[in-house]
């Protein structure tokens, strides 16, 4: 059996008034640290999803042209800021939208991408032909006069490609760079 004592007079359990007030102002001070942290996140967010939206298109315009440039055959002119070459592409036609059967065998078309002001373009023809109508792929670079590298210096079997877009800030710029090497390209050594 258990047994509870009773409370003696002036055995009085509990908190003091100063303890009280000293809880509630170390409670207020942890709040407000709280709030100043949540309020500099919600600030920051628009900007750091600018980035996020710049790096994702970044790392798509990179992908989409070494996919294209790893389907080369070879390199026909190039410059800083364009390239051209010929590749097996899945359209019917060179220029063309209509997409190949599965079953049917690419077709050898003239691939050019070309970077001035702040976008560059993509022109597909028929082999040797450089001409044709230009498609923006993207825009938003800052570096229009320097996006394209090879190597070797005569034949090039490798592209390389450097992409640099402002901060939305102004106080820097993303880069993203990679290359790619011609998978069908006859190599004469």
């Known amino acids: 059996m258990i047994r509870r004592r009773l409370p003696k007079e002036g055995d009085e359990a509990g908190f003091t008034l100063i303890e009280m007030l000293v809880a509630m102002t170390m ?7 709280v709030l100043i942290l949540l309020i500099g996140a919600m600030r920051s967010q628009p900007r750091i999803e600018k980035v996020s939206t710049n790096v994702s298109t970044a790392r798509w315009a990179l992908e989409r042209l070494t996919r294209e440039i790893r389907n080369g055959i070879r390199v026909d002119k190039t410059s800083a800021s364009s390239v051209s070459f010929e590749a097996y592409v899945r359209h019917a036609t060179c220029g063309g939208t209509a997409t190949l059967a599965s079953t049917a065998a690419p ?25 044709g109508a230009a498609t923006t792929v993207f825009s938003g670079v800052s ?17 390389g490609i450097t992409l640099k877009f402002p901060d939305p800030e102004g106080s820097g710029a993303l880069t993203v760079s990679d290359g790619a090497s011609l998978r069908n390209a006859t190599l004469n050594y």
Do not use: L, Q
């Open 107 to 131: 077709i050898r078309c003239e691939i050019t991408y070309t970077c001035s002001g702040t976008s560059c373009t993509r022109i597909e023809a028929a082999p040797t032909t450089y001409t």
């Open 27 to 33: 409670g207020v001070i942890v709040m407000g640290g």
């Open 143 to 159: 570096n229009p006069t320097s996006v394209f590298s090879w190597s070797p210096s005569t034949a090039p079997t490798y592209i």
